[in-house]
């Protein structure tokens, strides 16, 4: 166990590495942020004494161990634009992502999963079908298209939500609901896939021809085997939640996580996009390792296995 708990680790940690080094070279290669900062009509040497400022005056490599050394100090770095530290810009924009990112979640878990699983239990009938149209409507519908056409009829047509900002709880239901359509859709046709998966297995037939009831059976053997693929899905979705929020706040006018990633993105202040990123890809890796945790507690046939 402790080995396999061990390569979670060092994978979860190269991972991260990956994504900041990566992060790093293509916001390097993307501009150059005293041009965009400072206008077009700045003398050269003013950029040339902001750029030496901020360091990006230095060979490349040596700007990406900096970079390195002071995150490994703690120190995120500094915003170009409003000259605080970038991972203070950062933590005051959490809690505005986590009201729109948590309830989406619920939304996601308690829709998606029981439709999938009652669709599933009621194979090929008019409820099997109404779930999996409605789940790939779900699923394949941009968020920024589906966040349009609620705003247009909740907001403009109903006039019963507000379109945007922030302020009362009445302003989050729109973009949470927009995050979690799509992850609806997902979960219930991966839900229902993995439920007719299981109540095809020998044991199921067993259960049932040894006359244990139906219900039963379903609660006992069928829900408890069809949670494990199931848990990779959810799993995936909570790493991503901040992710999938970038698009929702920018049309929703949200200031949370994602509406600061585009603005520091075109703006390009280049430490607090990176403590963004870094942020995404932490939370990405410990949900999935998370995940491999409760695989490897849920079969322990896992833990004997190496990390690919």
Known sequence: MIRFVALRLLRALVTVLAVMTFAFVVLRMSGDPAEVLMGPDVPQDAIDAFRTQWGLDAPLWQQYFSYLGAILSGDFGMSMRDRS?????????????????????????????????YAAL???????RGVIFLAILGFTIPSFVMGLVLVLIFAVTL??????????????????ITISIGGIGILARFSRSAMIEVLGQPYIRTASAKGV???????????????????????????????????????????????LLIVSVSNRDLAVVQCILLLIAAVMVVSNLIVDLLYGWLDPRL?????H
């Not at 009201?99 to 999963?113: F, V, Y």
């Not at 009621?122 to 099997?128: G, I, K, L, N």
């Open 159 to 176: 006039g019963v939500l507000p379109s945007g900002g922030i302020g009362s709880w009445q302003h989050a239901i729109l973009p949470a």
């Open 303 to 307: 833990r004997a296995q190496p990390a």
């Open 122 to 128: 009621h194979r090929d009938s008019a409820v099997d």
């Open 213 to 259: 009831k139906w219900r039963d059976v379903v609660r006992g053997h069928a829900l408890p085997n069809a949670a494990v693929p199931i848990v990779t899905i959810v799993g995936f979705m909570v790493g991503s939640l901040i992710a999938g929020a970038v698009v929702v706040e920018t049309i929703f006018s949200w200031p949370g996580i994602g509406r």
């Open 85 to 117: 530290p970038a991972i203070q810009l950062v933590i005051e924009r959490i809690p505005a992502t986590l009201q729109l990112t948590i309830p989406a979640l619920l939304l996601k878990l308690g829709i998606g999963i029981p439709a999938g699983i």
